[in-house]
Structures are given as structure tokens and as C-alpha cells.
């Protein structure tokens, strides 16, 4: 890039902030095979934190929210996890389809989140241990996805 073009892009907030023509799809290619060798180590934890929270449900939840909160957990957060961390280490998709998948995983997942605090809510009791589940399940910091993807499947 010359100066011209990076004081341009400075002075408009770097909205569209690119590498040149040549370099922006190698970089796009380099950072989806990254999000996959950071998905290995992502999802690991994420079964294991999931593991807690289900041991956590089924010890403080009232029977009867326990057995939504860990069906939740056990039939749709885990299941799609589990297929994350295997897919992370399988040739197929390619790493920029599987930068896709795991954007949606992480869509999912926030989505069975909300599903557990409102059965929750439904039956007026508060999860305090969910909020923090919420932090580490945010996208752009723990899973590395693209600052566009996590802000949208945010949102």
C-alpha cells in the first residue's frame, strides 16, 4: 500500500481497510485455517465447561428446570460442539466453509443459551452461573472468529 492510501483509509476510520489485491484472499485464507486450529482447542473447552454447567444443573436447578436445562445442553449446545471439534480436525470443509459452520455453531449455541435462561426466567429462577457462560462463549475473543461474524451472529 503507499502512504496516499493508508492516510486515506486513517482518515475514514479504516472502514475498508484491505491488503491489496493480491494478498487479500491469501489472508482471508490464512486467518478461516487459523478459526479451525483455534476451534480444536475452543471446542474442547466448550464440551468441558458444558459438562460443568450440566453437573451444576442437575445439582442446584429444581428437577424440573434441570431436565430442560440439560436436555437443552445434552441435545443441541454438546451435539453441535462435538461435530466443531470434529470437523476441526477433518479435510473436509475447506477452512473458509468451516469458518462459516462455526459462525453458525457459535449462532446455535448463544441460541440454546437464551432458550436455558428463559425456561429459566419461565419458572422464576435466576441462573447465576449463565452470564458467565455468555462472556466465554463471546465469539470475536474466544472462539477468533472474524469481528463481522461475531458482531452479527451477536446480534
Known amino acids: ?12 476510520g479504516f472502514r475498508r481497510l484491505r491488503f491489496c489485491t493480491e494478498l487479500e484472499p491469501a489472508y482471508r485464507q490464512r486467518r478461516a485455517l487459523a478459526v479451525r486450529e483455534r476451534a480444536r482447542l475452543v471446542s474442547a473447552a466448550g464440551l468441558l465447561i458444558f ?10 436447578l429444581p428437577p424440573a428446570l434441570a431436565e430442560v436445562t440439560v436436555t437443552i445442553r445434552l441435545t443441541v449446545t454438546c451435539p453441535v460442539i462435538a461435530l466443531i471439534c470434529w470437523l476441526s480436525h477433518q479435510r473436509w470443509p475447506g477452512d473458509l466453509a468451516f469458518e462459516r459452520l462455526y459462525t453458525l ?3 446455535v449455541g448463544g441460541l440454546s443459551v437464551v432458550a436455558i435462561i428463559a425456561a429459566a426466567r419461565l419458572r422464576d429462577f435466576p ?12 465469539g470475536y475473543f474466544a472462539m477468533g472468529l472474524p469481528f463481522f461474524s461475531a458482531s452479527l451472529a451477536s446480534a
Open 127 to 138: 441462573l447465576p452461573y449463565e452470564g458467565m457462560l455468555l462472556m466465554l462463549m463471546f
Open 105 to 107: 455453531a457459535y449462532l
Open 51 to 60: 459438562g460443568i454447567f450440566i453437573l451444576l444443573d442437575l445439582a442446584t
Open 1 to 12: 500500500m503507499d502512504p496516499q492510501v493508508i492516510m486515506s483509509q486513517q482518515s475514514s
